[in-house]
T-cell receptor
Framework: AQSVAQPEDQVNVAEGNPLTVKCTYSVSGNPYLFWYVQYPNRGLQFLLKYITGDNLVKGSYGFEAEFNKSQTSFHLKKPSALVSDSALYFCAVSPRNSGNTPLVFGKGTRLSVIA | ETGVTQTPRHLVMGMTNKKSLKCEQHLGHNAMYWYKQSAKKPLELMFVYNFKEQTENNSVPSRFSPECPNSSHLFLHLHTLQPEDSALYLC?????????????FGSGTQLSVL
């Protein structure tokens, strides 16, 4: 069965500094990988996904993520954090050859960007 | 605004009450989902509907009863809940359920069971 690990409950970063939110996954075969963001009192919003091709995926709001097959990781990054990036971030995975298997999500990492 | 609307936004109920959560989307999607979000736990998939047919029930207790009368509407009927059922319940939709499709989420219903 597939699973996602987000090892950090909380990440704090100063505004203007680079940020990284970590995600590792376990899945049979090759994965589809996703990042979602949840702002206060809102549902989750899609940020980016890796399907195939270039290991560096660019998404909304200046975020990007790098797929690393050997390390089974899909860390979310942004070169310069904004206070408005403060939110809860979820990594999700689905096996590529699963047909219709729904996404499996991690527990989320709360990002706090301090001015 | 994601195009997925959930009502009510907040719900407080006693353990003997019966209530329903409603989800509505007009995105033309044919797959709809219920998720449960509890603090510091992975988002839990509860139910999946494809073209109004339930395709997944993730070992959810029978006190939660889903209903999907058409591809635009999804309900979650609640009865005799327990305090540990207090959580944020999220509805989502997508084009027909495929592993690489992105989900569109509603803002959720924050449920408190007393």
């Amino acid at each position: 069965a597939q699973s996602v690990a987000q090892p950090e409950d909380q990440v704090n970063v100063a505004e203007g500094n680079p940020l990284t939110v970590k995600c590792t996954y376990s899945v049979s075969g090759n994965p589809y990988l996703f990042w979602y963001v949840q702002y206060p009192n809102r549902g989750l919003q899609f940020l980016l996904k890796y399907i195939t091709g270039d290991n560096l995926v660019k998404g909304s709001y200046g975020f990007e993520a790098e797929f690393n097959k050997s390390q089974t990781s899909f860390h979310l990054k942004k070169p310069s954090a904004l206070v408005s990036d403060s939110a809860l971030y979820f990594c999700a995975v689905s096996p590529r050859n699963s047909g219709n298997t729904p996404l499996v999500f991690g527990k989320g990492t709360r990002l706090s960007v301090i001015a | 605004e994601t195009g997925v609307t959930q009502t009510p936004r907040h719900l407080v109920m006693g353990m003997t009450n019966k209530k329903s959560l409603k989800c509505e989307q007009h995105l033309g999607h044919n797959a709809m989902y219920w998720y449960k979000q509890s603090a510091k736990k992975p988002l839990e998939l509860m139910f999946v509907y494809n073209f109004k047919e339930q395709t997944e029930n993730n070992s959810v207790p029978s006190r939660f009863s889903p209903e999907c009368p058409n591809s635009s509407h999804l309900f979650l009927h609640l009865h005799t809940l327990q305090p540990e059922d207090s959580a944020l319940y999220l509805c989502a939709s997508s084009r027909p359920d495929r592993a690489n499709e992105k989900l569109f989420f509603g803002s959720g219903t924050q449920l408190s069971v007393l």
